[in-house]
C-alpha cells in the first residue's frame, strides 16, 4: 500500500477557491482539521517524516470515510514541530515552543475571523502534546468564537492494548514496535533493514543512566529525557518484532477510532454554548 498525500484530496482547504472557502467556512459546525507532525530523526531505519506522514494518511482515510455532505476539510500540514529531544540526531528539525505557539495562534484567529467553528489539530508526534494543548487553551481564550481541539493520534485508542505491548502504549515509545509495523503498511520501501532494540529504560544503548524508580520516561510522572542520552540508534523501544500484519491492524484500528470521534464531534453541537459572550464577561 502507498502513503497517499492528503494534498491531493478534495476535502483539503488549500485546493478550494476563495469563494468556495468562504463558503465552506460560513456552513453550521464548519471544522478544520490541522495535521500536526515533525521532521526529526526516527532510528537507522524509519524517516524523518514518519509522525507527518501518519498524521495525514491516518487522517486522509478518516475523511474519505466520512460522509461527504460532512463540513469538514484539512488544511497542509505543519510538518516541521517542536522536537528539541531529537536535536542531537541529524536531520532533525525543530522550531521554539513560544514559535510553534505563535504560529499556532495566528492561523487559529485567522481561521476564526473566516467564520470556522472549530479547529482540531491532529497531532501524530508524542513530544508536542502539551504545548499544542497549552495553544489550544490560549487560543480558546482569544478567539472565542472557534473552538480547538488538541488530539494525539496514539492516545484513547483501547483496542493498541490487543496489538502492542502495555510499556510501548504507556511510554509512547519512539521509532519502535507501532511506528515501525505502521510504517511497513503505509509504506514498506521507507522501511530500513535494521531493526533496533534501544533506549529501553532495561537496555540503554550508551550510558548507565536509568529512570529513578517510580518515574517514566513519558505517562504519570515523566522525565523530560532527550533520546541521545538514552539511545545510540535513535530509536527509544524495540523494534524487533515489527511486521506489515501488525502494522496493518494498527492502521485499521486507528482510523475506525478516529473515523468514530470525528463522526461524534460532527454530531455534536459543541461547544456548549454561546462561548463568546461568555468567555469575554468571565475569564477566570
Ligand atoms: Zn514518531
Not at 239 to 267: I, Y
Request: net charge negative.
Amino acid at each position: 500500500m502507498e502513503v497517499i498525500s492528503i494534498s491531493s484530496h478534495s476535502r483539503n482547504l488549500a485546493f478550494f477557491n476563495w469563494p468556495d472557502a468562504s463558503k465552506a467556512a460560513l456552513k453550521e459546525g464548519s471544522t478544520i482539521v490541522w495535521p500536526f507532525g515533525a521532521c526529526e530523526q526516527h532510528g537507522p531505519h524509519l524517516p524523518l517524516i514518519t509522525d507527518t506522514l501518519f498524521a495525514e494518511s491516518v487522517l486522509f482515510e478518516v475523511l474519505e470515510r466520512l460522509p461527504k455532505d460532512l463540513p469538514i476539510w484539512s488544511l497542509p500540514s505543519q510538518s516541521i514541530g517542536f522536537s528539541p529531544e531529537h536535536l542531537g540526531f541529524p536531520g532533525t528539525l525543530s522550531l521554539p515552543g513560544t514559535l510553534m505557539m505563535e504560529i499556532v495562534g495566528e492561523i487559529g484567529k485567522q481561521l476564526a475571523n473566516m467564520g470556522f467553528q472549530r479547529l482540531v489539530l491532529f497531532n501524530a508526534h508524542g513530544g508536542q502534546i502539551g504545548l499544542l494543548q497549552a495553544i489550544a487553551r490560549e487560543l480558546r481564550i482569544q478567539c472565542p468564537s472557534i473552538s480547538v481541539l488538541p488530539c494525539f493520534l496514539w492516545s484513547g485508542v483501547d483496542e493498541l492494548r490487543d496489538l502492542i505491548p502495555n510499556k510501548e502504549v504507556e511510554q509512547g515509545l519512539h521509532a519502535a514496535l507501532a511506528e515501525t509495523s505502521l510504517m511497513l503498511s503505509f509504506d514498506p520501501d521507507l522501511v530500513g533493514d535494521s531493526r533496533p532494540f534501544d533506549g529501553d529504560s532495561k537496555n540503554y544503548g550508551n550510558s548507565n543512566m536509568e529512570v529513578p524508580s517510580g518515574w517514566s520516561l513519558e505517562g504519570a510522572a515523566p522525565c523530560a529525557w532527550l533520546t541521545n542520552e538514552l539511545s545510540q540508534s535513535g530509536v527509544i523501544g524495540d523494534s524487533r518484532g515489527a511486521n506489515s500484519q501488525l502494522g496493518d491492524s494498527l492502521r485499521r484500528v486507528l482510523v475506525e477510532h478516529w473515523e468514530e470521534l470525528f463522526l461524534n464531534l460532527m454530531k455534536s453541537k459543541w461547544p456548549p454554548v454561546d462561548s463568546s459572550k461568555k468567555l469575554n464577561t468571565n475569564n477566570s
